[in-house]
C-alpha cells in the first residue's frame, strides 16, 4: 500500500529564517507530487506539482521554491520566510485521485 | 479550473441522511467532479469522484445533475465521524478547494 510521509509535523521559525520541509512517498513509481499551502479559514492553495525527478511547476509566485531531488522525495524550501509564510503545508501524491499528507503547521513569528 | 460555490455551513443529526450542494456552472467536458473532507489538522481526504454518471461508494453516494452544473454528495447516515469540512473541486491533478462546506452533525 502506499504511504505519504510529511516532517516536521509542527514548526515556528522567526522571520527571515529559512525553510525545509520534506515529503517522501512510499509504495508508488513515478508519482505526481503536490505542494499546497491552506491558510487559516480559507481553502485549500496549490502551490507546486512536479510529473518527474528535476520537474517543477510553480502556480503561483512566493517566497517559496520546490525541488524534488529524487522519484519519490519532494521538497519544498524558502531561504527567507516571511509572516504570510505561515499556514497548514499538505503534500499530495496522485494516481485517479490525491491521496494527501499529514500536513505541516508553520508559524512564522 | 472551474469555480465551484458551496454553503458555508450545513448541520444534520446522527443517523440521518445528508445532502451537501456544489455548484459548478463553469465546468467543463472533460473535467471530474471530486469531493473531499477534511477534519481538523489533518489532510483532506478523498471521498468520491464522478464525470456523468451517479457514483457510488462505500463512503457516500454523488448525484451529478444532468448538465453537470451541479452535484450533491449524499451521506446516507450520518455519523459524528462524518462531522469535517467538505470541499468539491471540478479540477483534476491540480486540485482547488474552496472555503468548503463546514458538516456538524448532532448526536
Known amino acids: 500500500s502506499q504511504t505519504i510521509h510529511q516532517w516536521p509535523a509542527t514548526l515556528v521559525q522567526p522571520v527571515g529564517s529559512p525553510l525545509s520541509l520534506e515529503c517522501t512517498v512510499e509504495?508508488?513509481?513515478?508519482?505526481?507530487l503536490y505542494w499546497y499551502r491552506q491558510a487559516a479559514g480559507r481553502g485549500l492553495q496549490l502551490l507546486f506539482y512536479?510529473?518527474?525527478?528535476?520537474?517543477i511547476s510553480s502556480e503561483v509566485p512566493q517566497n517559496l521554491s520546490a525541488s524534488r531531488p529524487q522519484d519519490r522525495q519532494f521538497i519544498l524550501s524558502s531561504k527567507k520566510l516571511l509572516l504570510s509564510d505561515s499556514g497548514f503545508y499538505l503534500c499530495a501524491w496522485s494516481s485517479d485521485e490525491q491521496f494527501f499528507g499529514p500536513g505541516t503547521r508553520l508559524t512564522v513569528l | 479550473d472551474a469555480k465551484t460555490t458551496q454553503p458555508n455551513s450545513m448541520e444534520s443529526n446522527e443517523e440521518e441522511p445528508v445532502h451537501l450542494p456544489c455548484n459548478h456552472s463553469?465546468?467543463?467536458?472533460?473535467?471530474?467532479i471530486h469531493w473531499y473532507r477534511q477534519l481538523p489538522s489533518q489532510g483532506p481526504e478523498y471521498v468520491i469522484h464522478g464525470l456523468t454518471s451517479n457514483v457510488n461508494n462505500r463512503m457516500a453516494s454523488l448525484a451529478i445533475a444532468e448538465d453537470r452544473k451541479s452535484s450533491t454528495l449524499i451521506l446516507h447516515r450520518a455519523t459524528l465521524r462524518d462531522a469535517a469540512v467538505y470541499y468539491c473541486?471540478?479540477?483534476?491533478?491540480?486540485?482547488?478547494f474552496g472555503q468548503g462546506t463546514i458538516l456538524t452533525v448532532h448526536p
Open positions: 512536479s510529473v518527474g525527478i528535476g520537474q
Open positions: 463553469t465546468i467543463s467536458g472533460t473535467d471530474y
Open positions: 509504495g508508488t513509481s513515478n508519482p505526481n
Open positions: 473541486s471540478t479540477s483534476y491533478g491540480k486540485l482547488t
